[in-house]
């Protein structure tokens, strides 16, 4: 089973950029499908943004749709994310997790967690 790291996050002002990376060890990076979840205080665990195996499928949730890109690096073993024009409502703790399918939007359906990175937007 592959374990998660997770980097970056912080403290950013509305409208910057932030780009959050998670490096995976412990078992064959390319064989798990990737995604980002976030989750607000009092609030369900939300999908963000999903990367398939080989990097050539994504999937991004509506509410950052436009602002957001994944990608993943199958040499170096890392999927980033990066999300554009930040807004107060993207404040949240956001996590990395693996799958070793296909991937989901479904958080329950992946088995290996990142330990979950603070974002907070300031308006």
């Known amino acids: 089973q592959v374990q998660l790291r997770v980097s970056g996050g912080g403290l950013v002002q509305a409208g910057d950029s932030l780009t959050l990376s998670c490096a995976a060890s412990?078992?064959?990076?390319?064989?798990?499908?990737m995604a980002w979840f976030r989750q607000a205080p009092g609030k369900e665990r939300e999908f963000v943004a999903a990367i398939s195996r080989s990097g050539v499928s994504i999937a991004i949730a509506e509410p950052v749709k436009g602002r957001c890109t994944i990608s993943r690096d199958n040499v170096n073993n890392t999927v980033h994310l990066r999300m554009d024009s930040m807004k107060a409502e993207d404040t949240a703790v956001y996590y990395c997790a693996a799958r070793p399918t296909s991937y989901s939007i479904k958080p329950q359906l992946y088995t290996s967690w990142g330990q979950g990175t603070q974002v907070t937007v300031s308006s």
């Open positions: 412990g078992d064959t990076f390319s064989t798990y499908a």
